[in-house]
């Protein structure tokens, strides 16, 4: 059985950055792509950012790229979300999810396992 545990969300101001954490047991996580994904209020989970199993390629959603940074420590079993010039746009649930092989996909749909989320808030 797959956990997910999410941390490091809260309450920022436009401009400020967050780091989110997701610390994985439970399988081989090394060989396994993960992704983050967010939610806001009455919108669809959308992909953010996704990394290989070995780190060596990634993916970021347009409205993200040159200031989200995604990463993982395969030792700690822990993929991160490096958030700088946080906008009030990015206000939204935050999910870490592993999919079962070792390339991303952008589909929500294509990860079995899934955190149970982190509230990011970036007032203006």
């Known amino acids: 059985q797959v956990q997910l545990v999410e941390s490091g969300g809260g309450l920022v101001q436009a401009g400020g950055s967050l780091r989110l954490s997701c610390a994985a047991s439970?399988?081989?996580?090394?060989?396994?792509?993960m992704a983050w994904f967010r939610q806001a209020p009455e919108k669809e989970r959308a992909i953010v950012a996704a990394?290989?199993?070995?780190?060596?390629?990634?993916y970021y959603a347009d409205s993200v790229k040159g200031r989200f940074t995604i990463s993982r420590d395969n030792a700690e079993n822990t993929v991160y979300l490096q958030m700088n010039s946080l906008k009030p746009e990015d206000t939204a649930i935050y999910y870490c999810?592993?999919?079962?092989?070792?390339?991303?996909?952008?589909?929500?749909?294509?990860?079995?396992?899934w955190g149970q989320g982190t509230q990011v808030t970036v007032s203006s």
């Open positions: 999810a592993m999919r079962v092989d070792a390339g991303f996909r952008l589909d929500r749909y294509d990860y079995a396992y």
């Open positions: 439970g399988r081989a996580f090394g060989v396994y792509a």
């Open positions: 990394i290989r199993s070995t780190g060596g390629n990634t």
